[in-house]
């Protein structure tokens, strides 16, 4: 059952940049670990980056680090993940999932999803 939303996503040529949203009506997202994972056609799903519950502390794929940055405004019962330098590669539906804990197993369970959105980085 999708209890998160995410939005953002979109069509972007290589190089570019996008920035992606997670919130919910439903819960309260600063009692969770917010992470960004993404599944590419045929491959198997991928963690990106997570967040703790107050943004203390940020964790990233070697993939992601350096290019991607996860930040949350508790204010706003938002997580963003805010994408530089996009590459082909990074085309993908990109989920936000909630967790008491930091999951970075790509075969993970969450205990909330959203729905996904989808990136694709293209010329």
């Known amino acids: 059952q999708v209890q998160l939303v995410e939005s953002g996503g979109g069509l972007v040529a290589p190089g570019g940049s996008l920035t992606l949203s997670c919130s919910s009506s439903?819960?309260?997202?600063?009692?969770?670990?917010i992470h960004w994972v993404r599944q590419a056609p045929g491959k198997q799903r991928e963690f990106v980056a997570g967040i703790t519950f107050r943004g203390t502390s940020t964790h990233y794929s070697p993939s992601s680090k350096g290019r991607f940055t996860i930040s949350r405004d508790n204010g706003k019962n938002t997580v963003y993940l805010q994408m530089n330098g996009l590459k082909p590669e990074d085309t993908a539906v990109y989920y936000c999932?909630?967790?008491?804990?930091?999951?970075?197993?790509?075969?993970?369970?969450?205990?909330?999803w959203g729905q996904g959105t989808q990136v694709t980085v293209s010329s």
């Open positions: 999932a909630a967790d008491s804990r930091l999951k970075r197993s790509a075969t993970a369970e969450f205990q909330i």
């Open positions: 439903e819960f309260v997202l600063s009692n969770y670990w």
